[in-house]
């Protein structure tokens, strides 16, 4: 039985079959244009809402929800059918409101410093359970309008570009987000950075890039051994030149290890052919690294470094940090009681 947000309009006809025909967009409303609960679209007969209720399940199960920043961010553990765990972030600007969402339970790329890579990978998540998430942190955000998405929670969303793209065509084509409020971050896979280069919605990119020599790159972010920093250019540069928009790049600041001048000239050499972007974060602590992140100092200074040599630049405010609701942070709490135990640390 599909979830809840997973069923299609096809599916959902035929579950209504023997229903009057406009049940179906009643119900469709109501799941989306209304982000109801579905005992409450009172357009439907009550033996039909507690049906519903019954056959289309709600995947995610809140396990826990915490506040930060002053009621700002707000970070939720789900517990899904099978038991894993995904978390969701949702972050209140003055200009915006962004829910970070997650693709896959766990992730396979481990990153080093990414305390999600620490934990490994469970599983893809369903486009339902993508959207889902998307559907309790909307309601939350009320009465403002969840209007951005980042795709920066756990999982390495290119790893599950299908169930990804269906969920992206459900934010767009039902939830009413515009594509270019969503955006996809990547470890830099690069089949899948060409399937979004040919995709027929104008999403955005980041790339996390973190250092832009090999052998630096490759120690962070084991993927890049498969897919090295020449073929990710030309990848990237297909991209820009193929959709004509503007590429990110993601750069967390480590201690020592990517926030010399000469880490600032390299990425500079990287990313000035494709005019990217590039968002500088102070590294969040994890557990399972111990190298710390660059002070206040050294980001401002790498900052400066980069504004030098012609690159765009911004340093991004860390959310949640306190909550481990940061970048990075994400590795459902039943995992990070099993690191806890089995190594002692934290
Ligand atoms: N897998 C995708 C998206 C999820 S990770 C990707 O890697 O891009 C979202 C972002 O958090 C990435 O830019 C990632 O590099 C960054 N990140 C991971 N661990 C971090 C940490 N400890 N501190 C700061 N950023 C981190
Ligand atoms: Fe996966 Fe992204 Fe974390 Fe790397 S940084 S382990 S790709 S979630």
């Known amino acids: 039985m599909p979830t809840r947000y997973d069923v299609t309009k096809e599916e959902l ?3 209504l079959s023997g229903e009057p025909r406009y049940r179906i967009d009643q119900v469709w409303h109501g799941l989306y244009g209304d982000l109801s609960e579905v005992h409450s679209v009172t357009t439907l007969p009550r033996a039909l809402r507690a049906r519903l209720d019954e056959q289309l399940p709600l995947a995610l199960q809140e396990v826990t929800k915490r506040l930060a920043d002053d009621g700002e961010t707000t970070k939720w553990v789900f517990r899904l059918a099978d038991g894993a765990n995904v978390e969701t972030v949702l972050m209140a600007y ?3 409101v962004t829910a970070c969402l997650s693709s896959q339970a766990g992730c396979a790329m481990g990153c080093t410093f990414c305390a999600t890579g620490q934990a490994g990978f469970t599983r893809n998540l369903t486009a339902g359970e993508i959207v889902e998430q998307f559907i309790v942190a909307a309601r939350a955000a009320l009465p403002r309008r969840l209007s951005n998405v980042v795709f920066m929670g756990m999982g390495e969303p290119l790893a599950n570009f299908d169930r990804l793209w269906t ?5 767009h084509d039902d939830l009413g ?5 969503l955006t996809v971050s990547t470890v830099g ?6 399937k979004l280069t040919a995709a027929d919605l104008p999403v ?13 790159r490759t120690s962070l972010v084991p993927m890049n051994a498969r897919y090295p920093l020449a073929d990710l250019f030309s990848a990237c540069e297909e991209y820009v030149e193929t959709t004509g928009r503007r590429l990110s790049v993601e750069w967390a600041l480590i201690d020592g290890v990517n926030d010399t001048e000469q880490a600032a000239r390299e990425l500079a050499a990287f990313v000035r052919p494709l005019r990217a972007h590039v968002n500088l974060i102070p590294l ?9 992140g660059s002070s206040a100092q050294a980001v401002r200074d790498f900052a400066a470094d980069l504004i030098e040599l012609g690159v765009n630049a911004t340093v991004r405010r860390t959310r949640g940090v306190d909550i481990d609701a940061a970048c990075g942070q994400l590795a459902a ?6 690191l806890r135990t089995s190594s002692g640390t934290i």
């Open 177 to 181: 987000l515009s594509a270019r409020r």
């Open 94 to 96: 003055d200009d915006r």
């Open 333 to 338: 709490e039943a995992v990070r009681a099993t």
């Open 189 to 194: 896979i690069i089949p899948g950075i060409k």
């Open 167 to 171: 969920a992206i065509h459900r934010l």
């Open 284 to 292: 969040n602590p994890t557990p399972g690294y111990l190298v710390r």
């Open 13 to 15: 006809t035929e579950l």
């Open 204 to 216: 955005n990119l980041a790339v996390s890039l973190h250092a832009a020599n090999d052998a630096t």
